[in-house]
């Protein structure tokens, strides 16, 4: 069981750059992938980056390829989102998740664990 609390969120203008962090409770944070998600109004939760349990390798979704990168402190229990270039797109609650089966998938149904969410609201 690992408990997620993400914390970082805000309102900024586009353009401008947000750093989301996530920690996690429990001793065997390393043991888990980790991943972002997001959801916009009126819409599903849709995959934004993901990173390997070593932080090796990570993964992102071509709407933010190039602006957002993933990274992880696993003595610190703690994964980060940094996100540049901010568009009104990427406004929504972002998600970190943990998937303990040992991928490290794209689909909201690949993780375990979830956080309780943190608003991201980007203004035109």
């Known amino acids: 069981q690992v408990q997620l609390v993400e914390s970082g969120g805000g309102l900024v203008q586009a353009g401008g750059s947000l750093r989301l962090s996530c920690t996690a409770s429990?001793?065997?944070?390393?043991?888990?992938?980790m991943g972002w998600f997001r959801q916009a109004p009126g819409k599903e939760r849709e995959f934004v980056a993901v990173?390997?349990?070593?932080?090796?390798?990570?993964r992102y979704a071509n709407s933010v390829k190039g602006r957002f990168t993933i990274s992880r402190d696993n003595a610190k229990n703690t994964v980060y989102l940094q996100m540049n270039s901010l568009k009104p797109e990427d406004t929504g609650v972002y998600y970190c998740?943990?998937?303990?089966?040992?991928?490290?998938?794209?689909?909201?149904?690949?993780?375990?664990?979830w956080g309780q969410g943190t608003q991201v609201t980007v203004s035109s």
């Open positions: 990173i390997t349990r070593s932080g090796i390798s990570t």
């Open positions: 998740a943990a998937e303990a089966t040992g991928g490290w998938g794209t689909q909201r149904w690949d993780y375990d664990y």
């Open positions: 429990g001793r065997t944070f390393s043991s888990y992938a």
